[in-house]
């Protein structure tokens, strides 16, 4: 279980979370590591931050990897006037994102979703 607190006011923001992430083995026991980070800056020079939770990965890709692939396409003219606009710009980047598998890992992942939705079918 993850633990993220976000404190706001009209000057700012403090974000905050746990380290903690449970892993399921195979063997169906649960493996707890307390090193993640589930809290990513988007650049230096910008004042937003991401929090993790849940899954760490997107269609199969680190959010860490994600994160710093779209800080890395940033530039100075991608200067954002409002929260907003930086959340439709990584937006659209997740849209558009390209890795170099990631379209065997949309079906990888598209067959996931479905196995998943099938095996509640089977037992309702």
Known sequence: ???EVAILNTQGAAIAA???VTIGLE???N?????????FSISDSRPVGVMIYNSAEFMGIN???IINEYSNKLTEKDRFKKLEDCIKNLI???ADFEYEYMENKQNEYLVKICLGICSILKNI
Not at 31 to 39: F, L, P, Q, S, V
């Open 31 to 39: 493996k707890i590591y307390y090193t993640a980070e589930k809290i």
């Open 92 to 94: 659209k980047f997740l």
């Open 1 to 3: 279980m993850t633990a």
């Open 27 to 29: 063997s169906g026991e």
């Open 18 to 20: 746990d380290s903690a």
């Open 63 to 65: 959010w860490k990897l």
